[in-house]
């Protein structure tokens, strides 16, 4: 199984749901990568993941940035 395969299954997030979520490190604003499935927070250089439509906002589950 690719991992293009499963991000398309993935449920969408809830609009109204990003519109509230920050990074726990930062408090800054997230960007949605549908593609990759992670919500990407630019200032912590993390992007946390998003799995089964739940986003987990743990920063020891994020992945690290390339610069």
């Known amino acids: 199984m690719d991992d293009t395969g499963e991000a398309k299954r ?3 997030i ?3 749901l990003l ?3 920050v990074c726990p490190l930062t408090k800054g604003p997230l960007e949605y990568d549908r593609e990759a499935s992670e ?5 912590a250089g993390l992007a946390y993941p998003v ?3 739940i ?4 920063p020891e589950e ?3 940035l390339e610069d």
């Open 39 to 43: 919500l990407i927070s630019r200032k």
């Open 51 to 53: 799995r089964d439509g």
């Open 19 to 21: 519109e509230v979520l």
């Open 62 to 64: 994020a992945r690290k």
């Open 10 to 12: 993935q449920p969408p």
């Open 55 to 58: 986003p987990i906002m743990l």
């Open 14 to 16: 809830d609009p109204r």
